[in-house]
């Protein structure tokens, strides 16, 4: 997951928080670091949730875009088993290499 810039500072703050409560020269101030460390935690992962959230709103988005045909035509390929890109036209119909007249090369002939 792609964490935001704004997150990862977020959460470098934290770890340096657990650092200081570790390293804290009475056991008052260590608690006192850990549970403002605790309350940015929460808030990381809300704020993470929040982000998810909206992302999940711009896929519906998407898939409004798209429209009912695409999903009837998905649909159909699925019952057929036809998944997958749809197959090419006919390349010997449309091929450039057919329609090049040979007619111009004559070999022996000047």
Do not use: W
């Amino acid at each position: 997951m792609n964490i935001p810039q704004k997150h990862q500072t977020e959460l470098a703050k934290i770890c340096e928080s657990l650092r200081q409560a570790v390293s804290a020269p009475s056991l008052d101030s260590s608690k006192q670091i850990l549970s403002e460390t605790l309350r940015r935690a929460e808030r990381l992962s809300e704020n993470l949730g929040n982000v998810a959230a909206k992302l999940g709103k711009k896929g519906g988005q998407k898939t409004a875009e798209r429209g009912p045909d695409y999903f009837r035509k998905i649909a159909a390929m699925r019952k057929t088993k036809r998944g997958g890109k749809p197959p090419k036209a006919d390349i010997s119909a449309s091929s450039p290499v057919s329609t090049f007249p040979l007619s111009r090369f004559r070999v022996g002939h000047q």
